[in-house]
């Protein structure tokens, strides 16, 4: 017999939709601001849900999540798929230190290769080898492809709607994440 799943955490659709837990909020809880849970709630499960389906279908292909960044950066920034260290740091909002580590697995493995820019400055390069450029193609038909499959449900104008605004809540939390919280 097995047992049944609980949904936590967010194992699949939950049983207690977002304006429910609002709802309930508001009755235990009245005047505290629950605007925000039938936006923030739905978002950080469906994270959990691509993450996970991500994370489950590189692990059939072999990747692990981090070198797929690494080498999906180098591969969009077109020939000779160079980019500095800290400007991988930049485009993967990870630490020097973290890129630092990944660099040296993907190298490890024979993905990638670094070495010191000629221009006289102790910047770091890192360029793609055929082995991680193949390793790179290989990989991203298949994740964008499955990715194109989990968002199906949705037409192409509202693609393009949801894109514009998730970009602009985006925005907008970046600035004020940045700053104290005033309840605090």
Do not use: C, N
Not at 21 to 50: C, H, N, Q, Y
Not at 68 to 74: K, P
Not at 113 to 128: F, H, I, K, S
């Amino acid at each position: 017999m097995t047992s049944p799943r609980d949904g936590y955490p967010f194992d699949g659709p939950s049983p207690y939709p977002a304006a429910e837990i609002a709802r309930a909020w508001e009755r235990e809880r009245p005047g505290t601001p629950t605007d925000s849970i039938e936006i923030v709630t739905p978002l950080w499960r469906l994270a959990k849900l691509f993450a996970d389906d991500r994370r489950r279908l590189l692990a059939d292909l072999g990747v692990d999540p981090a070198t797929l960044d690494l080498l999906s950066v180098l591969r969009r920034a077109g020939a000779p798929y160079e980019v500095s260290t800290r400007e991988l740091s930049r485009r993967t909002l990870v630490t020097a230190g973290a890129i630092s580590q990944r660099v040296a697995r993907a190298e490890d493995a024979g993905l990638v290769t670094r070495r010191t820019a000629d221009d006289g400055t102790r910047a770091v390069l890192v360029t793609l080898t055929e082995a991680g450029h193949d390793l790179i193609e290989r990989t991203v038909d298949q994740v964008l492809t499955r990715e194109s499959e989990l968002v199906a449900s949705l037409t192409p104008a509202s693609r393009e709607q949801l894109a514009g605004q998730l970009q602009e809540l985006l925005e907008q939390v970046g600035r004020v994440a940045r700053k104290p919280s005033s309840g605090v």
